[in-house]
């Protein structure tokens, strides 16, 4: 099914959706268009934690653009796309390796709303002092990490210990979101970069995944779903799926609710 995006006159419904995220009873009396088909069945949601992952991708499945090409690959609409689904949660998780080669800020500038809790996972320690999401402008900041240390004072630390069945220093994904619930996060997004979202994604820790396909093809560089097979072989992952647009994007809308 495709379901034509209305970009016109949307604030106001805008406003709606937000609303509902803390309404008691969310899924009545909600108008029917565009924006809450896309929205609502996340401001809706009831079931926490509830975690949405993303990924803004070429034609070509890559999520990063070559130095010598323009940085965004997705289109405007697709931004505002991002932008509302941090406005939707309660916190937004990177993994170090996009605040290493990005430097983000993660709030919400391009839509209305408030902007997320910033959660780094980042058990080695590299997040730079000097990153762009330690800005002091009181929306707190959390790093995963497996073992204390020494943090900046903007950071508040969150220690959750790597697990033997994993790879090396790897964290399992389901006591991430464990603790985080436990912080009182309700609706989280992970927001990339590859190997964070792979590892969610393959732990089964997504409710739902937005995928964004912008009509560029990139050519080279990395992709967003890197699943370790499994036994010789990965099963083929077959989400339930609705697709919208997004001015010159595509948005695979992808509910795993039975797998998790
Ligand atoms: N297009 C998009 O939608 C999008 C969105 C976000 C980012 N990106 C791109 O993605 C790229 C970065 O992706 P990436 O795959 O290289 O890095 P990443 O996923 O951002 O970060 C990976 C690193 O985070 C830490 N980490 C994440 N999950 C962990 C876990 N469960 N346990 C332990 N450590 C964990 C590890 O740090 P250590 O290595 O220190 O152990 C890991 O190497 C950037 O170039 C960025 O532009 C694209």
Redesign the pocket.
Known sequence: MTIAYDAEGGDERWQSVLRACHDPEPAIGQPVCGLWDIYGPIAACRHYPYVIA????SLDGR??TAPDQSPA??GPEGLRH?HRLRALVDAVI??????V??D?RLTVRLAQGPSPARIV????F?LPERAKLLADDGVPVFVVQ?CTGERARRVQPVVVP?TAD?AP?????AA?IASLAQLGFRRILV?????????FLAAGMIDRLHVTVAPVIIGRG?T?CNLTPTNGQHGMIRPQTTIHRLGSDILFDCVFGDIR
């Open positions: 993303q990924l803004g991708q999520i990063v690959i997705s991002l990177v993994g170090v390796g996009t605040v080669a990005d983000p996972i980042d058990p080695r590299r497996s790597a994993h220093g790897s964290i399992a994904p991430i927001e990339g970069g590859a190997h964070t979202v792979s590892a990395l967003g």
